[in-house]
């Protein structure tokens, strides 16, 4: 992948060559690329007491993705040469800067169908729904107690909901089906007189399950609710409209999206009018919503990835979606009892959540090293206890223990899509046959029918 011509014109004004040359290659352009390569020997790459080949082709894209080359160069001059900050209203660099500010925040508004004026710059989408949660139902307070969402949301707005009850707050927190959707007719029956806010997202990030957005929306807007969105996994995926919608508040981030990390977005409808009490206090920057110096480099990368996903989106689903029924086909094929968490009819192609029974799932996990894949959210892939959302979903907890997160995205290639499934289908089975209870279901035993003896 060639640098870009911004990061050229730097390079050659470098005047210590030890420092340019020790700048690492550059991969080939997959998942894997626009990361430089580590160190490695010939054994391979040692990290954290695990040693690999090389380094793992990346199916993660609902962790983070890569940084598309394009916002890359959208974002270099903003580093290099138009460094001003753009409050600084009373020269070149500072006006070049709150230009392009503004350019981004246009860029943005465009690919959600909203006003570049209802767009407020934040850190990601975990303020975003810090600001939605907290900042509404603080700003409502006198007349509204009650906050509806979901059991399956990101744990950022499910924490924010428990820090409204300890403050004396209510939340209902909905089931959902089987299929990881919430249930329209409880949805309406939990609103309330003092209901300030719904937030049910857009787009599962743990198993991709879409939400009915707009039939939530016009419950909301007959019962005169706020409805609030986590859309940080929906934005530049599926086609998103606010006013179809009819969304007041949606957080959304720029690390999901081909764009750089620590930047993101809250949509805040103008009409009518939402309010919010500000979480931060400062120079009164972003219409006093959120203080502090708007990162400009971060931004314009922001709006410079919502503007190639709004370009890119048709051509982006159909390759996601045939690379997703590629590995689910050729995983399947060899291997059975692979169940499919979440509704296969509304889910997002590029976040294939899928079970293998009879199998431990941190045992598959450290046998797929070559594999970056995840077990979950990125948030809690530390804990040891079963994903919340698939227990949510009712599925066993021995089944949620296996499950593997698969994200595909915009540079993900054939060639790593086979080599997933063979590696995954080649750990399953060896685990598998490592498994008396696996041996036992094959021989026509029903182990949920067996007595265990307590010892």
Sequence with gaps: MACSKHLRTALRYTRNRATVAAIAPIRGFSTAAAAAEINEDEAGIFMKGVRIRGRPLYLDMQATSPVDPRVIDAMLPFYLSRYGNPHSRTHLYGWESDHAVEAAREQVAALIGASPKEIVFTSGATESNNISIKGVMHFYKDKKRHVITTQTEHKCVLDSSRHLQQEGFDVTYLPVGKDGIVDLDKLEAA??????????????????????????????????????????????????????????????????????????????????????????????????????????????????????????MEYDDQRIRALQERLLKGIREKLDEVVVNGSMERRYAGNLNLSFAYVEGESLLMGLKEVAVSSGSACTSASLEPSYVLRALGVEEDMAHTSIRFGIGRFTTEEEIDRAIELTVSQVQKLRNMSPLYEMVKSGIDIKQIQWAQH
């Design 191 to 312: 609103i309330r007189p003092d209901t300030g806010l719904v937030s049910v997202m857009a787009v599962n990030n743990e198993i991709g399950v879409i939400q009915p957005m707009e039939e939530i929306g016009k419950i909301c807007k007959q019962r005169n609710v706020p409805f609030h969105t986590d859309a940080a996994q929906a934005l530049g995926k599926i086609p998103i409209d606010v006013e179809k919608w009819n969304v007041s508040l949606m957080s959304l981030s720029g690390h999901k999206i081909y764009g750089p990390k620590g930047v993101g977005a809250l949509y805040m409808r103008r009409r009518p009018r939402i309010r919010v009490e500000p979480q931060m206090n400062g120079g009164g920057q972003e219409r006093g919503i959120r203080s502090g110096t708007v990162p400009t480099p971060l931004v314009v990368g922001f709006g410079a990835a919502c503007e190639v996903a709004m370009k890119e």
